[in-house]
Structure formats: C-alpha cells, structure tokens
C-alpha cells in the first residue's frame, strides 16, 4: 500500500526556519513527481512546490507565495522528500503534506508548521 509520512513540523518565530520530511513507501519513488501542498485553518488545499523525478536546478518549481524562500528536494535512495522553509511567515502557518499530485491526492497525515512570535 503506498504510505507518506511526513515529519519536521514544530513553532517556530518569524522568520525563522524548519526542515521537513516525508518518508514515501508502496510505490517507484524515484520515478514519481512528487509535491508539497498545505492547507491552513478553514482555507482550501494550497499547493506548494514540486520536484521532477531526477529532481535538481531547473526540475523545481514553487507557488508564488513561497518562492526564494522554501526549496524542495529529494533523495531517492532513501525514497525521501524534503521542504527546507526559510524566511518563515506567520501566513505560513498551516498542516504541511506531501503528496503524489498538485491537488494533494495520495497525501499523508501532514505534520503542522506554527509560526508566531
């Protein structure tokens, strides 16, 4: 059965930065685009940022609402994706997922991301 567990979340204050995973099982990782999305409380699923199978410069691609400031990436030898979020904002609060499309299908518990001061 595929399984995304996601970790990494926590408060952080404004501008500050949090590194989170998402261990992927049940499927061909390496060959999967894979996503993050997030959803705030009573807002509807936004997408985050995406990465390309082989991943690296140019495969990424990031909403506007966080680019320059969050980097996805992955390593698919440990079929693991990584959001690296810098430059916190409290508008960052949200549940954070990875998923296996934009629109969050396939997606798992989420782990939360508090920013306040």
């Known amino acids: 059965a595929v399984n995304l567990v996601e970790s990494g979340g926590g408060l952080v204050q404004p501008g500050g930065s949090l590194r989170l995973s998402c261990t992927a099982s049940?499927?061909?990782?390496?060959?999967?685009?894979m996503h993050w999305v997030r959803q705030a409380p009573g807002e509807v699923l936004e997408w985050v940022a995406t990465?390309?199978?082989?991943?690296?410069?140019?495969?990424?691609y990031y909403s506007d609402s966080v680019k320059g400031r969050f980097t996805i990436s992955r390593d698919n030898a440990k079929s693991t994706l990584y959001l690296q979020l810098n430059s916190l904002k409290t508008e960052d609060t949200a549940m954070y997922y990875c998923?296996?499309?934009?629109?969050?299908?396939?997606r798992g518990q989420g782990t939360q991301v508090t920013v306040s001061s």
């Open positions: 990465i390309s199978p082989s991943g690296g410069y140019g495969n990424t």
């Open positions: 998923a296996r499309n934009r629109a969050g299908g396939g």
């Open positions: 049940g499927f061909m990782f390496s060959a999967a685009y």
